[in-house]
């Protein structure tokens, strides 16, 4: 590869001035803290989606947000979404700012103008029961902060996205976000037991209790809702008791269909991994090639990981092996789980040494059941290989299954093509079209973990159905009544 010298500086556009008037800025600042600096409202108004960091690298005009709030307390987020209601202003929340689907993006639907408030300064950690094992945490608490705190009384969350170090619990709720430990741990909506959220209606409360029967649970509708219904500022989270043992290892598989076969079967026999990743051949011989592994013919890499009491680690370790041994697998040790355990965190950030290079660099992900996930699979990799030879460019594609469930399994795509010089955005829609409508077709979901932002918009009727729809209409227009949170993201403005 290597097809253009990185860049120097990253391009940006100036923001257009605020369109807040002097008396709506004077009347914030009684409020809270507020900015209108130029370099704080663009940064509040990208996040990670390859169209947000292509739009940096090529100068391409930035939407800015007029103004970025940055709330002391939950009264004072309280205010300000009273403020803005009664003005008509809209309100973007930013979490850690990396939403890759443009959920950060300041649209202002019909509003005059478009506020962005981070959460930031909500970071504390509120109460720990440790008799329930119950935390009470703010929303803007980013990851590792939460563990340290959460580890220093011997107890974790075990929510570890590969974005950990730079989200915030409050972009997890609302993005349903779900970290590479879910086969233990679940997803973060396994782990809120309540949240509370203010919204223009008034604060919403979920009570927090083990489970109840009380109707539809609210607490689903705000996991997910992406800022669309209101403000997420706390939640009473269930953490568990820090893991006594854990042992990640590399099997190697002669095949992806043959390695998903056999790990269905495990799962399916009731052994629960903590984590099963398992990489397609071409993912594979990229990760062999980056550790400097070597083997005779392309196989499956599964990375296979338990975490928890040290029986349940060892008898977990070796049930699981021996089902794999049994179809042909090898294991190849701890050696070469802990390169990959190294590079998990850091690898996502290749993408924007790519992009300088003129790389379109993108990911999809999504989940589907055990018996439609093969023709998914295919049918994704086909869809991107015709649209690359359309257009006249070879490209990668890899693929691995990122969380395994005993019903199905998550799909995590990763395409690597040369830029078209000029033709960026739609060279990337064009792909984006193409491998989505393939994921519909197949009886997958258009969002496994990363949510829908707005570059999903367009397929959420498919996804969800008229009636479905109308239902969250109506929930937000509750909510919401004059549609001031995050417009644009999770409904359609028309809709
Ligand atoms: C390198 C990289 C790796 C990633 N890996 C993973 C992964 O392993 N698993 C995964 O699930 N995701 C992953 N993501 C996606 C992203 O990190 C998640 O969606 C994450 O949950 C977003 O959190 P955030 O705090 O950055 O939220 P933001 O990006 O700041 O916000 C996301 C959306 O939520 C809304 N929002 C944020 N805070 C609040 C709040 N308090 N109340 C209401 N709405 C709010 C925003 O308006 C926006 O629409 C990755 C992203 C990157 C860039």
Redesign the pocket.
Known sequence: MGRREPQEVPKMSAAPSSELLEEDVEALKIITELTLEEDERISHSI??SYRDLLGVRLGLPIEATDAVALPRNVDEVRRIVEFASARGIAI?????????LG??RPLRGNHRAVLTVD?RRLNKVLEIDDTSMLARVE??ILGPELEEKLQSRGMTLGHY???FH???L??????R????LSGRYGGIEDMVQAVK?ITPTGELATKGIPARSVGPELRELILG???SL????EAVLRVRRKAEATDTRVVLFDSFSGALDVCRKMVQAGIKPALVRISDEEESAMIMALAGLEAEDTPSLILLGFEGSRLEVVSGMKGALNILAEAGGVDMGHEAASVWEEEYYRS??QRDELLDRGYLVETLETAASWSRLWDLYAGVHRALQRVNEEQGVEGLSLCHLSHIYRDGGSLYFTMIVPQLLGREVEQWQKLKEAATEVIMHEGGTLSH???I?VDHLQWMREEHGEAALKALRAVKSALDPSGIM?PG?VLEEED
């Open positions: 996040g990670k973007v929340p930013f979490g850690g700012g990396t939403s890759v959920g950060l959460l929303a803007g996205p590969q974005s730079f989200s915030v409050g972009g997890w709720i609302a993005t976000s779900r970290g590479h959220v809702s992406e800022g209101g403000i997420i500022v996502p950030y973990h990363h949510g932002g995050n993201k």
